[in-house]
Each structure stands twice: as C-alpha cells, then as structure tokens.
C-alpha cells in the first residue's frame, strides 16, 4: 500500500495515519487498554498533526458504534493494534463507519464534529450517491448534488442559500418582489451573488469554486478586499482571503445533474477523487498510475461497473479488499 493516495468523499488523507488512528480505536473499545497503552497512544497524536487531526475525526464519528453492538463487531474490535488480524479489524472498523453512512469522517478540515452538526441540521441535505431537485420560495429551482446541504434564509432584505456543504446548480427566478432582494449564496469562504443567472457553487476543502452557465455571478472573499465577476461559460473560485482568476470551462462540468461523469484526459487520480464524491467508503490510488489519462462518460448510478472496467482502458488493477475499501495499482505481469 505504499505510494497510495486515499480518498474518503472526496478529500485525501495519508493510508498510514487513518489507519492507525482505526487501531487505536479498536484497542481503545475493546474496554482493556493498559496504562502504558494509553500513554502510547497519547504520545502517537502530539507526534503529528495529521495523527491528530485523524485521531479527532475518528473519535467524533465514534459515538455511533453503538449501532454495530453485535458479538461479532465486538470481537472485530477488541482485537488489539500489532496481534495478527488487527489490521483485518481496522478495515472492517473502517467498512462499518461507512456502511452507517458517516462517509467523509476522515477528509475535512479539523473543525469536522461541528460540519456534521450542521449538515445534520440543515433545512435539505442529500447523502452520498443522492442527488435532489427542490423550488425554492421565489421560484428558483436548486439542483443538490452528492453529499450537500443547505439552509435556505429568505428575508424581506435578501434571498440567502447557506452552502453548509457539497455541490448545488441554481436557476435563478426573476425577483418580484419590491424592493429588489439579491440572491446570495452563503459559503465558509464568502458569498456568491447571482446577476441574473445558472450556476453552480462547490463547497471545497479550503475554497469555494463556480461555474456559470447563464448570467454572471460576483464571488466576495469573506475576509479580503474586492471581488470576482465570472460570466458565463466561465468558471472561478475564492477563499476565505481572495479571488482566483476565472477561467473557461466545459459544459461538461454539469453534466453530474443528468447523472454522468464526463472525463477528457483527465488524470486517474483526478477521476478517483470525483467518482469518491459519489461512493460509499475509499478509493485508493497507487502514485505510479496517478498520472495516467482516461477519457469517456461514466454513470454515477454504478461506480461498481466503472472502476471494474478501469483495466480494458489502463493499465491497472483494481483491488476490491472489502465492498467499501478499493485500490487502484499498477497492473502485475503474469
């Protein structure tokens, strides 16, 4: 597994660490850690921050397993990190906090309890796979990818649409109302305010990305200074300090809303780190494919079929360790 990169809906996170944060896990539930495991384990999260940020995102996850309390989980997870089947435990740890649908516990940013407080709150969400069409009040129509949520905050001053999380394709109606009221989406990173238009705004680890279909939209950092206009047939993002430049894009960036991926040369990583967006579990990637180029339209109704048909196209093997655990390597001679 090593030179892997693995993806949990949708964002990277190094094999080795989450895997180790999934074992302490088990020794710490199995009700008999000793003193100097504890110590341990406590040593191993001030190592590193990625080992404490995975150990944070695991343990907020955790309180679920209450769920799993059948003889045979409680076995799985009183195995001990270095006895024989503790890594065969992790994974199926790992397979169960998916199987739940806790899918992205292990790739957002460090504030991840709060996230999931809030999608779970929120007015509409989709889970992963879903996707959901809804009439907003003024009669604009959203179209809710994989994953996302949403609060909708209309006022008599302004239509607001909190991006709690995910990907969202807005048709925005013709404002009737007097005064005018502007229609703004809410993001971590700021607001894009429609001018007049289709769109779509992704919620990313770090920035907020748009494509516009029709019309224009205005993106605003929330912390700097200016503003970003990105017309149609353009796309364009911000963090929570500044505007990136736009740029073109492809009608194809849409086509997620009939239920396909359309990929054109794109990279195998790349192609993994979309299809995750839409699959229960991991994808991992050996870095000595990473780099190959894939092109064709692919149904997101059946990712099953799509990664077993990676190798009449690449060179490459497609590892299914568990139903929700798949690596993608080079292809072995013989």
């Known amino acids: 597994m090593r030179g892997a990169t693995v993806y949990a809906h949708g964002q990277p996170i190094d094999l080795a660490i989450a895997m180790q944060a999934a074992e302490w896990l088990t020794t710490l539930m199995s009700g008999a850690a000793t003193p100097e495991e504890r110590q341990a384990w406590a040593c191993w999260r001030a190592a590193h921050p990625e080992h404490e940020r995975a150990w944070t995102h695991i343990e907020n996850v955790s309180g679920s397993f209450h769920v799993l309390d059948a003889p045979a989980s409680r076995k799985a997870l009183a195995q001990r990190p270095g006895s ?3 890594r065969r435990a992790s994974l199926r740890l790992l397979a169960c906090i998916s199987t739940i649908g806790l899918t992205g516990w292990f790739g957002t940013r460090s504030g991840l309890a709060p996230q999931l407080a809030r999608a779970a709150l929120a007015d509409f969400s989709t889970g992963v ?4 069409e809804l009439t907003l009040p003024d009669g604009s129509r ?4 994989s994953g996302s949520a949403v609060n909708i905050r209309f006022t008599h001053k302004q239509r607001m649409l909190q991006l709690v999380q995910g990907e969202v394709f807005i048709a925005t109606a013709g404002e009737t109302d007097m005064p005018y009221r502007p229609f703004l989406v809410e993001t971590a990173d700021g607001q894009a305010q429609a001018l007049g ?12 990305s748009v494509a516009v279909e029709q019309g224009a939209v205005r993106l605003t950092p929330r912390k700097g200074a200016g503003s970003l206009v990105v017309r149609a047939g353009q796309g364009g993002a911000m963090t929570a300090r500044r505007t990136l430049p736009a740029h073109a894009v492809s009608p194809d960036i849409w086509a997620w809303r009939q ?17 995750s967006r839409y699959r229960h579990g991991f994808l991992g990637c050996d870095d000595a494919v990473a780099g190959l180029r894939l ?11 799509v990664l077993l048909s990676l190798p009449d196209s690449l060179p490459v093997d497609v590892r299914l360790r568990t139903r929700y655990w798949v690596q993608v390597e080079a292809r072995h001679a013989g």
């Not at 796979?129 to 959901?132: L, T, V």
């Not at 238009?197 to 907020?208: F, K, L």
């Not at 692919?298 to 099953?304: E, G, K, T």
């Open 84 to 86: 024989p089947i503790s």
């Open 129 to 132: 796979g879903q996707q959901r």
């Open 142 to 145: 959203l179209h809710m990818n």
């Open 197 to 208: 238009t289709r769109y779509s705004v992704r919620q990313e680890d770090g920035r907020t």
């Open 259 to 275: 239920g396909l991926l359309l990929a054109d040369a794109m990279p195998l990583r790349d192609l993994l780190h979309e299809l």
């Open 295 to 305: 092109s064709g339209v692919f149904p997101l109704a059946d990712l099953d079929s």
